[in-house]
Nanobody, 126 residues
Framework: QVHLVESGGGLVQAGGSLRLSCAAS????????MGWFRQAPGKEREFVAA??????????AYYAESMKGRFTISRVNENTVSLQMNSLKPEDTAVYYC?????????????????WGQGTQVTVSS
């Protein structure tokens, strides 16, 4: 049975940093796309970042436009992905979800992800 477990959320002041981690189990995710999404209260879940196995036998990272330069996604190993979040803003407050899917295409498409974690709360105070 596949499980994705997020960790590292918490409360931080604006301008601070947090590092989220997602550990997957139940199968090998080496060739899977692993990504992060977030959902703020009253808003739809949105894409944050993803890392996919490319045809060049490397991992490629993708980011939502508003996260570029502040967030960094890393593939720690085949079954672990991290999200380094710097220069956090109050509008980054949300539940952050880890997700995984078998294909590389459409890394930002929420509906294509097959597996989801339970989420971890990130709160940024002003």
């Amino acid at each position: 049975q596949v499980h994705l477990v997020e960790s590292g959320g918490g409360l931080v002041q604006a301008g601070g940093s947090l590092r989220l981690s997602c550990a997957a189990s139940g199968r090998t995710f080496g060739r899977y796309t692993m990504g992060w999404f977030r959902q703020a209260p009253g808003k739809e879940r949105e894409f944050v970042a993803a890392v996919s196995w490319s045809r060049y036998y490397t991992y490629e990272a993708y980011y939502a436009e508003s996260m570029k330069g502040r967030f960094t996604i890393s593939r720690v190993n085949e079954n672990t992905v991290s999200l380094q979040m710097n220069s956090l803003k109050p509008e980054d407050t949300a539940v952050y979800y880890c997700a995984a899917k078998s294909s590389a295409a459409g890394a930002n498409l929420l509906h294509e992800y097959e597996y989801w974690g339970q989420g971890t709360q990130v709160t940024v105070s002003s």
